[in-house]
């Protein structure tokens, strides 16, 4: 993947991504894909947007890169932050600038 990009991203809401983990993989799905506020980045290669996963695993896994599969994207390296836990599990959120 070039420029990661919304675009890219967005057909892919409600669907899964396995995290490797080294050892096994981790079930994802990504939850959402929304725009954020562009603060004057004419020059910017992309516009800015969030992407949020969720998993059903209790356990919180520490804010890092972690590698990414889908079906049609392939393998991608994200940088994600726990953001939140309810009774699904819990959400991290990947933000692209």
């Given at each position: 993947?070039?420029?990661?990009?919304?675009?890219r991203?967005?057909?892919?809401v409600?669907?899964?991504f396995?995290l490797?983990m080294?050892?096994?993989?981790l079930?994802?799905?990504?939850a959402?894909a929304?725009?954020?506020p562009?603060?004057n980045?004419?020059r910017a290669?992309?516009?800015?947007?969030?992407l949020?996963?969720r998993?059903?695993s209790p356990?919180?896994?520490?804010?890092?890169?972690?590698?990414?599969k889908?079906?049609?994207?392939?393998?991608?390296e994200v940088?994600?932050?726990?953001v939140?836990?309810d009774?699904?599990?819990?959400l991290?959120q990947?933000?692209?600038n």
């Amino acid at each position: 993947m070039d420029v990661v990009s919304l675009d890219r991203f967005a057909p892919c809401v409600g669907e899964g991504f396995d995290l490797d983990m080294g050892t096994g993989s981790l079930a994802l799905t990504l939850a959402e894909a929304s725009p954020l506020p562009a603060h004057n980045l004419s020059r910017a290669r992309r516009s800015p947007f969030s992407l949020l996963f969720r998993s059903g695993s209790p356990i919180v896994l520490p804010q890092r890169i972690y590698r990414l599969k889908h079906a049609r994207l392939g393998s991608i390296e994200v940088f994600l932050v726990p953001v939140a836990r309810d009774r699904s599990g819990i959400l991290y959120q990947a933000i692209y600038n």
